[in-house]
């Protein structure tokens, strides 16, 4: 069994900053791309950011541009999520994803591995 684990989430006010890890126990998947998407109440789970296989490229959704930073260390085989000036509208559950297929980034099919989340509440 292949599993991520997402921490870091909780609740914060507007304005603030959360930073979010994903870690993968027993698995290196430093050759390959990761992502972060979100799932809000009664929404579709949707992109937020990717990091390239050697971390030299990212992608983000343009609702968070200029505010979230997607990173990974691979010493600890993590990856992280730094969200700052966080909104209500970013309140959703935070997964962590390995990529595995060409669809695109930004699409859920090219995730093999998903971790089982974590809570973001932002409140104003």
């Known amino acids: 069994q292949v599993q991520l684990v997402e921490s870091g989430g909780g609740l914060v006010q507007a304005g603030g900053s959360l930073r979010l890890s994903c870690a993968a126990p027993?698995?290196?998947?430093?050759?390959?791309?990761m992502g972060w998407f979100r799932q809000a109440p009664g929404k579709e789970r949707e992109f937020v950011a990717q990091?390239?296989?050697?971390?030299?490229?990212?992608l983000y959704a343009e609702s968070v541009k200029g505010r979230f930073t997607i990173s990974r260390d691979y010493a600890k085989n993590m990856v992280f999520l730094q969200m700052n000036s966080l909104e209500p509208e970013d309140t959703a559950v935070y997964y962590c994803?390995?990529?595995?297929?060409?669809?695109?980034?930004?699409?859920?099919?090219?995730?093999?591995?998903w971790g089982q989340g974590t809570q973001v509440t932002v409140s104003s």
């Open positions: 990091i390239s296989g050697g971390g030299g490229n990212t």
């Open positions: 994803a390995v990529r595995q297929g060409i669809w695109g980034a930004t699409s859920t099919r090219d995730y093999a591995y």
């Open positions: 027993g698995r290196t998947f430093a050759g390959s791309p």
